[in-house]
């Protein structure tokens, strides 16, 4: 056989099996999937007005006071044994203390399995709140409430406790204080 029988019989081989696994099998299954679960389909974007701002399965990082914060994220799992990991959990630790947190919950110290897990468990917010209201100036009433109504689990089959997806219940906080009557200021504005 000579080489350019072979280069055809290659190429056409290779034709037939991506036909087979792209229009054959894939499309039809994406086609499904949008059918049976679109938003899942669609990544399970969350959106702020018109505009995508993350993925409900995709933990992000939020770096202000104002905000929820997740688990840590971006660093290289260890085993209980490192000397690294202690000093890690050391050091967030302190800096949870430092933020008001005395005693945070595991995952705000422990980075996820992924690096990208989206929840935090309901004691890891809930610690968070104090400083969420005194951020936003908004009662801890409001803060509870909007927690229970962001709790997700253990029913959802998310998760085996309830937890709370980080973005949506930051886009709810967002629309929260949006809602709110700014805070009347007394004294001298400060830049």
């Given at each position: 056989m000579s080489f350019t029988a072979q280069l055809l019989r290659?190429?056409?081989v290779t034709l037939v099996l991506w036909l087979l696994t792209?229009?054959?099998?894939t499309l039809p299954v994406l086609g499904l999937a949008r059918l049976?679960?679109?938003?899942a389909a669609s990544?399970?974007?969350?959106?702020?007005?018109?505009?995508v701002v993350g993925s409900r399965l995709i933990g992000?990082?939020?770096?202000?006071?104002?905000?929820?914060q997740g688990r840590p994220a971006g660093g290289a799992n260890l085993a209980p044994s490192n000397p690294e990991l202690a000093k890690r959990v050391a050091e967030a630790s302190s800096r949870w203390e430092l933020a008001?947190?005395?005693?945070?919950a595991p995952d705000l110290l422990l980075d996820s399995g992924s690096g990208v897990d989206p929840h935090i468990s309901l004691a890891a917010a809930r610690q968070q709140l104090p400083r969420l209201a005194r951020e936003r100036q908004v009662p801890m009433a409001r803060l509870e409430d909007l927690l229970r109504r962001s709790q997700q689990g253990p029913l959802s089959l998310q998760a085996i406790?309830?937890?709370v997806n980080v973005l949506a219940f930051n886009l709810a906080l967002d629309q929260l204080t949006a809602a709110a009557p700014a805070p009347r200021q007394t004294g001298t504005s400060r830049p």
């Amino acid at each position: 056989m000579s080489f350019t029988a072979q280069l055809l019989r290659g190429v056409r081989v290779t034709l037939v099996l991506w036909l087979l696994t792209v229009v054959v099998v894939t499309l039809p299954v994406l086609g499904l999937a949008r059918l049976v679960a679109p938003d899942a389909a669609s990544g399970s974007l969350l959106h702020s007005g018109d505009q995508v701002v993350g993925s409900r399965l995709i933990g992000q990082p939020f770096n202000s006071a104002r905000y929820l914060q997740g688990r840590p994220a971006g660093g290289a799992n260890l085993a209980p044994s490192n000397p690294e990991l202690a000093k890690r959990v050391a050091e967030a630790s302190s800096r949870w203390e430092l933020a008001g947190v005395s005693q945070p919950a595991p995952d705000l110290l422990l980075d996820s399995g992924s690096g990208v897990d989206p929840h935090i468990s309901l004691a890891a917010a809930r610690q968070q709140l104090p400083r969420l209201a005194r951020e936003r100036q908004v009662p801890m009433a409001r803060l509870e409430d909007l927690l229970r109504r962001s709790q997700q689990g253990p029913l959802s089959l998310q998760a085996i406790e309830p937890v709370v997806n980080v973005l949506a219940f930051n886009l709810a906080l967002d629309q929260l204080t949006a809602a709110a009557p700014a805070p009347r200021q007394t004294g001298t504005s400060r830049p």
